[in-house]
């Protein structure tokens, strides 16, 4: 497997110390931005504080200079993030806490597009991992696992996004988007050994979870989760290397996250 291969590539490019170090360590490819700019339309949880921007100075100085700040609010839990442990596992992992080998590797693409066209509300289930298992090989030890569900072909649209566009407690009960079967997220815990999970909705819950087992399951075991992940359609099954680094909030029980991917040019489709 690339893994040893990529995990090499990557500390060679980050303790280089020439002016351009992917074309002298990197070998010929691209990177893949995984994360959507945040802005006042990006969608959040109904019951969450949405991302505001404030001007705090913006033009010209009397020294003649152009300058410019601002300050941002935004829950944890919006745009593309991350769930720490924490988030539904007392005592575990706050998102300062997460190893950032835990965040950085291997990835592969499991792709249920087709599954949830059929059904909105489409539980990833064990039989889709050993579907993608019987083409691609088994799932790689201390992988990060990505699940293309297709839905980020609806972002920012909220209603198609999340099922609905009302705020609010009672605007729960109203969504609708595709997660992961917690007895799959068991089958992970049980027969793979995974770093982190993430998908391109807006929890790795499908969106009529009353109960977030899938979250309370994988967090239990200290893995994180990565939601509303930009531009998997980009990516092949196999054969990228991610690196995911959250805003470090000490405490926290997630965060704005840039993720990214490395496909070298063969792997590319």
Not at 31 to 49: F, H, K, M
Not at 65 to 93: C, L, M, R
């Amino acid at each position: 497997m690339k893994c040893m291969k990529y995990s090499c590539i990557i500390l060679l490019t980050l303790s280089s110390c020439t002016s351009s170090p992917e074309s002298s360590v990197l070998p010929e490819g691209i990177w893949v931005d995984l994360s959507y700019a945040y802005d006042s339309e990006t969608p959040y949880w109904p019951t969450a504080e949405g991302f505001q921007l404030d001007t705090v100075s913006e033009g010209m100085t009397p020294g003649g200079y152009y300058y410019s700040a601002f300050s941002f609010s935004s829950a944890e839990h919006g745009g593309t993030h991350i769930d720490a442990p924490i988030h539904f596992a007392a005592g575990k992992q706050t998102v300062d806490e997460i190893p950032i080998d835990r965040l950085t590797g291997l990835g592969v693409v499991i792709d249920v597009t087709d599954s949830v066209n059929d059904y909105i509300d489409y539980q990833i289930n064990i039989g889709d991992f050993l579907q993608w298992e019987s083409v691609h090989g088994k799932i790689p030890e201390e992988s990060i696992v990505l699940l293309r569900t297709g839905f980020g072909e609806h972002w920012p649209d909220r209603k198609k996004y999340m099922g609905t566009d009302q705020k609010g407690v009672k605007a729960i009960a109203l969504l609708h988007f595709p997660g992961l079967h917690p007895d799959a997220a068991q089958w992970l815990i049980d027969n793979r050994k995974i770093k982190a999970l993430g998908l391109d909705t807006p929890s790795i819950d499908y969106g009529r979870s009353s109960d977030f087992k899938s979250h309370r399951i994988l967090f239990k075991e200290n893995i994180p989760a990565f939601e509303n992940l930009a531009n998997l359609g980009d990516l092949p099954p196999t054969g990228v290397y991610i690196i995911a680094l959250p805003m470090k909030i000490k405490g926290g029980s997630g965060g704005p996250l840039r993720i990214v991917a490395w496909l070298e040019n063969k792997d590319i489709n």
